[in-house]
């Protein structure tokens, strides 16, 4: 056995005879010359050539991989000449990620309407399950298209990652008493919701399968939102509209990008083998068993789980094995594309009490496929390939504590083995036909032909053969349902062999410090393994036989190399070095809670081999990737840098960038396109580096298009966005899916038990001879901070730093490993190895430096707050190798100034001068909360690099530069020092530059050299008050003050007196001087405290806040200015301005709106002529009109149509226009205008837009809402002029006013309304980790105020005098008396607050003192609500300046659950520029359902915005106003209605100027328009979680202004009564269903039934026409339907109990639906459904004028302009067809009359056919009756009619008979007595 062991590894031809190894490691003082070492690579490959060419079989064709390949050709690419690589990697701030932690998410769906549902008269009934949690909707009866209309929340909580692979499972099932069958089924995963815009699909419809039965295709399609939230995430609303006539292809559920047309597709995930799975079990039995028996057998019986899609497969177990071999195939059957993203395979070990899972992976679809078109995109594919799995560590402890490391949660700590799989994936084109199927197998086992050679191709036909014998079984019913199929396969020949390599992993510790104190007391030592080679608990050896070189494919069989025959080549391998010796740590001196190891001179080593499938190409393709990406952020940063600095410079720097990177892409690409065929490629290595060089190509190709900017000048931040996705979408392309080395782990040992470690990825350390594919972390050192495995304490600190030196490669480039160590060391090797033919044992550098270190510690901001007052006592400590110095604690801040130098002295470094200066160690600052009591606590810190100065370079003073500092994840602010590295010369410590002297504590102050400039600066304050102030300490704060800190300096406010009566400051504005840094960036933070006065002057701090950005409030001195947040403010609405014109919307269109509004800079005389030219061209003025004056030429039907265009706001608009004639006429009757009017005409405004803005961008500049036409042509064109008219007719809501509708709240779009005050939000208490970011609980109240900076000028004399700069344009802060009306329209989604899963909602107002509760007017069972109230409150400013409103839940017993509330600073609003007192409306009119509402008239409001702004103006003139030098022109004449009188008014225009207000030069600003805003409700115990919106909107009204008029009426519209009165004439070809016993022939007993979706308590039937012999049946019945109806949405409200036990009605709406169905009476059993027509009341086909012409097709493809409205027509007769699973079953004539509830009581009639107006009885064939009833009709109709002659003839054959019978009878008797009587 040895014999062969040897040769084996003799000949794998990576080992070389020993002569090369002494030439490798013979001269190992680092004074290789170059030329020798590149003979040595030269040498080595040409051995390796050799070596390959003894291996008989398959090595002959294999080449050396790609490094191989690389090397033979150095001399064809000359490598880009760089610098040579630095002997230390990138430095990283951030010592190690947090936790991953768990979230909230609330998945929130809605289920609106189904349609199509296949199935005849079903019952379908919604089934939603998310995991374990399931929800029902309420059962519809009898309909294939109902309608639901129904809400449901999902709460979640867990870690993003795994919550995203919760599938979400949508089921539609027909209801039964007893089991429910499933109609059709759809599932999507949270991942892909979340990943969509805004985190939801809306109004989208996702299609239906049969997951029985994947051939029958769809069963229908639902309709439905879903939404997936996570705690701040903002969701986006869209309004409904119920919209008919959908298209459901065009709309489907599913992400952009995918096709519509989904085939189905079998996935398929092929389980090879695995091997170096822990051998133990971790069940308790199995260790006992282990006690007894002993350590011969692998105590764990492995199998496989695969989940996809909600689905899950499992192979068979494995028994006693750590290597199982399966050979087994999952099969999934999906949708492709999925809308499930990724595939988990978890490794288990069968247990007897319970399975354990070993490891868990998952496998991303994105990343294994490409969706792109045309030849691009690829399939699903993997493999076949390793993967990794990770674990807990492999300790052998009864109990695991970290099992859930192995579920796949957090990361894994240690390496749990590996396993073979492949993915393909199969697209079935209808159905799952078997020769496809066999055929796919074939091919997918002869894809792996590329892992062999020629000898395939004899085996590969036998093969195909087999295959198709094996496999025709398998076409059960399975292949065609979704369950999942595991069967075994038969592995191709060729995949066996893998050609394995061997790798070197060498590693030098250069320091281990900052040991945790605690593992510190034993001997430490540390280990570092790749797989589990080098692991020293496993006994890494018996994996060293896995070195499967071509040979040893044959003896496969032969059981596995055991420990005992690793020793049996002494000579031939590397002996394993993989742990450090043990030492006992020492103390750091300075910090006793650190140790460290005393590595001075000598620096230990580890080294050992590993064997590994040779398949480094793919890392190396990963390395070139990241290498560009990392350049590219960096540069990205650096440009980020530059901005803050100067202006060109960062344009130029970005070109560069960009420059660079199309560089490196093409370098790339011709790398990759000139790479030789692999034999070792899987088909996504192919596909994979296809994808990479397309992409490169193309981003390369719009980096070019950036820097030449041909199409359009991009700003610098659209440059850096650019480049930002392009680092995106490389990181991307990074992540190779397919492992190969497994990572590299460092584990810490004390006493030999693993206690910290750190996790390094193999491919950052792999070498390559290219420098661009080597790992970035090769052959540098890189400073590791160990971690404790599994879930991790919160205020965790580091366990250790260690800075290592590692380098892993194929052993034949063995000879680099030292090539990068910082020079000056001499190596010695380990004793035990006497051919010193290994790397060496330790590194001895011999050079000693004494040197001392200053840090250099400033100040400090952002810092996390650690104490409950919300401030922290900072301190800091740096370490410093085996050094540590602590700061001074400066208590109560978040920005503390240390201004401290801490000097350490006598620091020895072993080592080259010139290599420490170039890669000095680094220094860690670490910083803490000082507390009283106990430790203290951890802040954060952060790690930097000293700036070293050596004795003989000249000083320079370094500058003080920002650090990051984090604690886990989160950012906990910047720490501003340096760290200086001085050489201490031979003449001592005087050698070293001086130093200021300390103070009297012995504290040495940063040196003035390097302290930054400071210059004078004026601080101005602005204190307006505070607001919302809680109990502090049990306490209400009654006396706060404020303070304000900047640098040492400060200012304090007056103290308020009483916060309760006056909470605002009666001091506004004060000022003081600070010496800031002339360079802004380093600028301290300026911090706010507020603090409370108590009895006996104490005082209390409340609450502070810090910001540590002023640049928002540098101002420039000199020319006095407004606030510098107005500036902001304004320029931030003009930006603003286009998207959101209040007065149309439609103006952001190209051509600038056609309004008469003409802002011409002088000369006026040219603006009049224009807009008389535009009037004469026939231009309507309405909107202008109110009731009392009329236009002058103005079409006599002006008014009913507004009333008709109301009403059909919301309809299609390509009706005929005959039609509309009549329906205006009927419905101006009906309805009149109110302000729901006009919130319909503006939902279907906002529509529009949102429909057309992405569609119409074409010339003709749209109507604006308030002109009727709009005519471009100069001249009066008449027929054009006609033409526009008659589209606007159709298409706008041409004379309705309109208001906005903000999809938000109104402060996002108007910037806060903090153009004039700003609101900081005051914190107390610890800021944790939990509630980072939204910290609710800890906000105490807030202060408002704003702040002005600016160098203070010389003759500081002449500022003081007079106001301060900063109180310009403040208003007075007394107290206002307002009138305040909140108007609240509506609520959506709201969260549901019973357990049914629906809420009673009802209002609550409170502002101050006053509470309003609306618990009378609450609305059962609803989630949408329409509330339509009003409520009046009066207030005083500032006391009660916060309005709250609460939704609440209307509970009978216990007490209201409050579902959400919102909060609006009235204040705010009400001091604003942007005039947010009362909504300015779209058209001005005295009175009707848009009466003026604000107190003031426009005029009045011109003038005193005028006159605040110090604006010369508005002076008014016939047809025009003018403001300073602008003059606006519009109509101000007006003729009156009745006396024909002309009028002058100027409100119109002024109102046209107030909306075009932001034009105005300077002092213009976008004022608010009417409006209603959806403000999201929030509860306090889900922070973050939307819980549904509100609709509503504020007026406010100053006391000392006129009074307004009465509050808009906006109470809900009541729904109008209607009855349908529907006659069932006749039916004609129904299909007959019963079959006559005695003749064969065919009748049908037909009724028919009809009702109203919604109403089917109110079902009604007709009588039966029985035995219809040709499908026609007569009725003449009437049912009448009586039904409550709301016009304006089309809606119909349906008041009813949900069941008996309900107690109130819910009220819901839904579209009025008729149902008809046609039915076969029958006696004894249950009647058959013949067929159904459904009928939507707003749209349905015209009818047939005949039953010929009546057409099934016809009916269901109508096109709209075909359809009509019962609402319109009131009157319909003619054909309509049945239909039964989509074929016609019956013709129905009928007769539909719509009257209102009132003519209803005037003219009733009876049902059926009763009085009044009773109907004829139907005129039925005499075959027309029951044969139960009346059996003699039946006798005689079915035989008498049919055999009458035969009945006839018969008879007088009967008779004949009886005759000849007593004829014969009596003959006889007659004749004897004749003879007897006669004779």
């Known amino acids: ?255 952009q990008g995918f096709p519509s047309e989904r085939p189905w597709a079998r996935f398929y995930v092929r389980l090879y083998r695995a091997e170096g799975l822990p051998k133990m079990n971790s069940s308790i039995m199995a260790n006992v068993t282990k006690a007894f028996v002993g350590d011969s057998k692998d105590l764990v019986d492995p199998f496989v789980e695969v989940s996809f899609a909600g689905q899950m497969g499992r192979t068979t177990v494995q028994k006693n094995c750590a290597d199982p071999v399966w050979h087994e195939q999952v099969v999934f059957k999906e949708m492709f594309p999925p809308l499930c993203r990724r595939v988990k395979i978890q490794v288990w070990d069968e247990g007897s009490m319970n399975d354990v899972a070993l490891a868990t992976h998952f496998i991303d679809l994105k990343k294994i496929s490409n969706e792109q078109d045309g030849d691009k995109g690829f399939l699903p594919t993997f493999g076949p390939a390793w993967i990794n799995l990770y674990g807990s560590p492999r300790n052998h402890s009864l109990m695991d504590d970290y099992q859930e490391l192995n579920e796949g949660f957090g990361e894994g700590v240690s390496f749990r083995g590996r396993i073979l799989v492949e993915i393909a994936v199969e697209i079935l084109s209808g159905g799952a036909q078997e020769s496809k199927f066999s055929k796919a197998l074939k091919d997918l086992k002869l894809s792996s032909k590329d892992k062999d050679s020629k000898s395939s191709k004899g085996s590969n036909k036998d093969k195909g053969d087999k295959t198709d014998d094996a496999k025709p079984q398998q076409a059960s019913d399975k292949t065609n349902s979704t369950d999942v199929e595991v069967e075994p396969f038969d592995v191709p020949p060729e995949i066996v062999p893998e050609k394995y390599e061997e790798f070197l992993l060498f590693g030098a510790f250069f320091e281990a410090t900052m040991i945790d104190r605690k593992i510190g007391d034993k001997p430490i030592s540390f280990e570092v393994s790749i797989g589990n080679f080098g692991n020293l608990i496993d006994g890494g050896s018996h994996h060293g036989s896995k070195k499967k070189s071509v040979e040893s494919a044959e003896e496969d069989t032969l059981p596995l190399l055991h420990e005992g025959e690793r020793g049996a080549a002494p000579e031939a391998a590397i002996p394993m070095v993989s742990t450090t010796r043990p030492e006992k740590p020492l103390v750091t001196q300075g910090n006793r809670n650190y140790n460290y190891l005393p590595f001075e001179a000598k620096k230990p080593c580890v080294y050992f081999t590993s064997s590994w499938g040779d398949q480094t190409f793919r890392l190396y393709w990963s390395n070139m990737l990241e290498k560009m990406a990392d350049l590219l952020e960096e540069s990205i940063e650096e440009v980020k840098a530059l901005v803050k600095v100067s202006e060109e410079a960062p344009e130029e720097k970005m070109k560069t960038v960009l420059d660079d990177f199309i560089s490196q892409s093409s370098a790339f690409i011709s790398e990759a396109e000139k790479k030789p065929k692999m034999l070792n490629q899987t088909t996504l290595d192919k596909k994979r580096l296809t994808l990479c060089w397309q992409e490169l190509e193309a981003m390369a190709k719009k980096a070019k298009g950036i820097i030449q900017q041909q199409k359009k000048k991009l700003s610098l931040d659209e440059m850096i966005h650019e480049a930002q996705i392009f680092v995106e979408k490389i990181r991307f392309l990074v992540d190779e899916p397919q492992h190969t080395i497994p990572d590299v782990f460092l584990w810490m040992l004390s006493n030999n038990k693993r206690v910290a470690y750190a996790r ?85 550098y011999q050079d000693r430096h004494v040197f001392q270190l200053r840090a250099h510690m400033y100040q400090a901001r952002g810092l996390i707050a650690a104490d409950s007052s919300g401030l922290s006592d900072p301190f800091a400590k740096v370490t410093f190798l085996s050094h540590c110095q602590t700061t001074k604690v400066i208590s109560q801040t978040l920005s503390p100034t240390w201004n401290q130098m801490l000097l350490f002295n006598d620091l020895v470094l072993h080592g080259d001068h010139k290599e420490l200066a170039d890669s000095p160690p680094l220094v860690v600052v670490e910083l803490y909360d000082s507390d009283a009591v106990g430790k203290p606590e951890y802040l954060g810190a952060t790690v930097a690099a000293p700036v070293v100065k050596l004795a003989d370079q000249d000083y320079e003073a370094p500058r003080l530069s920002y650090h990051p500092i984090f604690c886990g994840n989160l950012s906990g602010g910047d720490l501003l020092a340096v760290f200086e590295l001085l050489q201490v010369p031979s003449s001592g410590l005087q050698g070293l530059p001086p130093i200021d002297p300390p103070d009297v504590a012995q504290i040495y102050p940063v040196p003035a050299s390097i302290r930054p400039v400071l210059s004078k600066y004026r601080v101005e304050v602005l204190f307006w008050g505070v607001r919302e102030m809680k109990k502090v300490q049990l306490l209400s704060v009654d006396r706060p003050q404020v303070l304000i800190e900047c640098g040492g300096r400060g200012v304090k406010s007056c103290v308020i007196q009483s916060y309760k009566n006056n909470p605002n400051f009666s001091i506004q504005a004060d000022a003081f001087e600070v010496e800031l840094p002339e360079n802004e960036l380093l600028h301290p933070p300026l911090s706010i405290c507020v603090v409370d006065w108590r009895a006996f002057g104490r005082s209390t701090l409340v609450g502070t806040y810090t910001i540590n950005c002023l640049k928002q409030f540098l101002c420039k001195s000199r020319e006095p200015l407004t606030l510098p947040s107005q500036v902001d403010g304004t320029q931030v609405g003009q930006d603003l301005l286009i998207a959101t014109e209040p007065s149309g919307p439609l103006s952001s269109f190209q051509e600038p709106p056609t309004d008469h509004i003409y802002v011409d800079v002088e000369p006026p005389a040219t603006v009049v002529p224009d807009a008389a030219q535009v009037q004469q061209a026939g231009l309507v003025d309405v909107p202008d009109s109110s009731p009392m004056l009329k236009p002058e030429h103005t079409p006599a039907a002006q008014e009913p149509p507004k009333d008709g265009r109301a009403k059909d706001a919301r309809k299609s608009c390509r009706k005929s226009t005959k039609r509309r004639k009549r329906t205006i006429a009927d419905e101006s009757a009906e309805n009149v205008i109110d302000w729901w009017s006009k919130y319909y005409a503006s939902l279907k405004k906002a529509q529009k837009e949102q429909e057309r803005n992405p569609k119409e961008k074409k010339g003709n500049a749209e109507a604006k809402p308030d002109d009727i036409v709009v005519n471009i042509e100069e001249g009066p064109k008449k027929k054009k002029d006609k033409l526009l008219r008659k589209k606007v007719r159709e298409d706008e809501i041409p004379n309705l006013a309109i208001l906005k509708i903000y999809d938000g709240d109104l402060e996002s779009e108007f910037n806060n309304f903090e153009d004039w005050v700003k609101t900081f939000e005051l914190f107390r208490g610890k800021s944790t980790e939990d509630d980072h970011g939204l910290d609710g609980d800890r906000v105490i109240g807030k202060f408002k105020g704003s702040f002005c900076i600016y160098k203070s000028p010389e003759d500081s004399s002449t500022e003081d005098r007079g106001q301060l700069r900063i109180q310009q344009g403040i208003p007075p802060n007394h107290p206002v008396k307002v009138l305040i009306r909140v108007y609240v329209v509506a609520a959506f989604n709201l969260s549901p607050a019973d357990p049914d899963g629906k809420s009673d909602p009802y209002i609550v107002v409170k502002l101050g003192k006053t509470e309003i509760k609306d618990r009378d007017k609450y609305i059962p069972k609803q989630l949408n609500p329409v509330f339509g109230r009003s409520f009046e409150i009066q207030a005083t400013f500032p006391k009660e300046s916060l309005l709250s409103i609460l939704i609440y839940d209307h509970d009978m017993i216990g007490t209201d659950d409050l579902i959400g509330e919102t909060r609006i600073d009235l204040e705010n609003r009400f001091y604003s520029k942007h005039r947010a007192i009362c909504g300015l409306q779209s058209q001005y009119e005295i009175e009707g359902y848009n009466a003026w509402r604000d107190a003031s008239k426009p005029t009045e409001i011109l003038t005193k915005l005028c006159k605040d702004n110090k604006l010369d103006g508005p002076y008014f003139g016939p047809g025009k106003i003018r403001i300073g030098n602008q003059v606006f022109s519009g109509k101000t004449v007006f003729t009156e209605e009745d006396t024909d009188e002309t009028v002058e008014s100027y409100e119109h225009l002024a109102l046209k100027v107030l909306h075009s207000w932001s034009d105005i030069p300077e002092v213009g600003c976008r004022l608010v328009p009417e409006h209603i805003e959806t403000r999201p409700l929030y509860h306090k115990d889900k922070p973050g979680m939307e819980q549904g919106r509100l609709q509503m909107w504020v007026d406010m009204f100053p006391k000392d202004m006129p009074q307004p008029g009465p509050p808009v009426d906006i109470s809900p519209r009541q729904p109008k009564g209607y009855e349908l009165r529907v006659t069932i004439w006749n039916t004609e070809d129904v299909i007959l269903e019963d079959e006559n016993i005695f003749t064969g022939q065919k009748s049908s007993d037909i009724y028919v039934k009809g009702w109203i979706k919604g109403l089917e308590d109110d079902k009604q039937e007709t009588d039966v026409h029985y035995n219809s012999l040709t499908g026609e049946g007569n009725f003449n019945w009437r049912f009448l339907f009586p039904f409550q109806y709301l016009p304006a949405e089309k809606q119909m409200v349906i008041t009813k109990r949900e069941n008996i036990f309900s107690l109130e009605k819910m009220e819901c709406k839904a579209p009025a639906v008729l149902v008809l169905q046609v039915w076969d009476f029958e006696r004894l059993s249950s009647d058959d459904f013949l067929g159904s027509l459904e009928m939507n009341l707003n749209s349905f086909p015209r009818a047939a004028k005949s039953a010929k012409a009546c057409d099934l097709t016809k009916f269901e493809n109508a096109s709209e302009e075909n359809k009509i409205s019962i609402f319109q027509q009131k009157r319909v007769r003619g054909w309509w067809p049945f239909a039964k699973s989509k074929e016609l079953t019956g013709k129905v004539e009928a007769e539909f009359h719509l009257v209102t509830a009132e003519e209803a009581e005037k003219n009733p009639v009876g049902k059926a056919r009763k009085e009044p107006e009773p109907l004829a009885k139907p005129n039925r064939p005499d075959t027309s009756f029951s044969w139960f009833v009346s059996p003699f009709k039946c006798l005689y109709h079915l035989i008498w009619k049919n055999y009458k002659k035969y009945i006839i003839i018969a008879f007088i054959l009967i008779i004949l008979i009886i005759f000849l019978v007593l004829f014969i009878y009596t003959l006889p008797g007659a004749i004897s007595r004749k003879i007897v009587v006669g004779s």
């Open 1 to 255: 056995m040895e014999k062969p062991a040897k040769a084996k590894y003799r000949s794998h031809g990576s080992f070389r005879p020993e002569e090369t190894r002494k030439g490798m490691f013979g001269k190992l003082k680092k004074k290789k010359n170059k030329a020798e070492k590149g003979l040595i690579l030269a040498n080595k490959a040409a051995q390796d050539r050799q070596g390959e060419a003894e291996a008989p079989e398959e090595g002959s064709s294999h080449q050396e991989g790609l490094g191989g390949d690389l090397i033979y050709d150095d001399t064809s690419i000359p490598p880009v000449p760089s610098a040579p690589p630095k002997r230390r990697s990138k430095l990283l701030t951030k010592i190690h990620d947090g936790e991953v932690r768990s979230q909230n998410y609330q998945i929130a769906i809605t289920i609106t309407e189904a349609r199509q549902l296949v199935g005849e008269n079903i019952d379908p009934v919604v089934i939603i399950e998310i995991g374990d949690e399931k929800k029902q909707s309420t059962v519809k009866e009898g309909t294939n298209s109902p309608f639901y209309n129904e809400y449901f929340v999902f709460d979640f909580i867990g870690p993003q990652v795994h919550l995203f692979d919760k599938i979400i499972k949508i089921s539609v099932f027909h209801h039964k008493l007893i089991g429910s069958i499933l109609i059709g089924a759809f599932k999507v995963d949270l991942g892909t919701v979340y990943n969509q815009p805004g985190h939801q699909f809306c109004d989208k419809w996702a299609l239906l399968t049969d997951p029985g039965d994947i051939r029958t295709g769809t069963k229908g399609y639902l309709k439905c939102d879903i939404s997936v939230i996570g705690k701040g995430d903002v969701l986006k609303t869209n309004p409904k509209t119920p919209d008919a006539e959908e298209q459901i292809e065009k709309n489907l559920l599913i992400p």
């Open 760 to 844: 390094i990825a193999a491919k950052d350390l792999l070498y390559s001879p290219v420098r661009e594919q080597m790992g970035k972390y090769c052959g540098t050192i890189k400073t590791h901070f160990l971690k404790l495995p599994g879930k991790r304490p919160a205020g965790w600190l580091v366990q250790a730093k260690v800075d290592v030196y590692l380098w892993l490669g194929s052993t034949g480039h063995s000879g680099a490993i030292l090539d990068n160590l910082p020079a000056g060391y001499e190596a010695e090797m380990s004793s035990a190895v006497a051919g010193s033919s290994h790397p060496p044992a330790s590194l001895v």
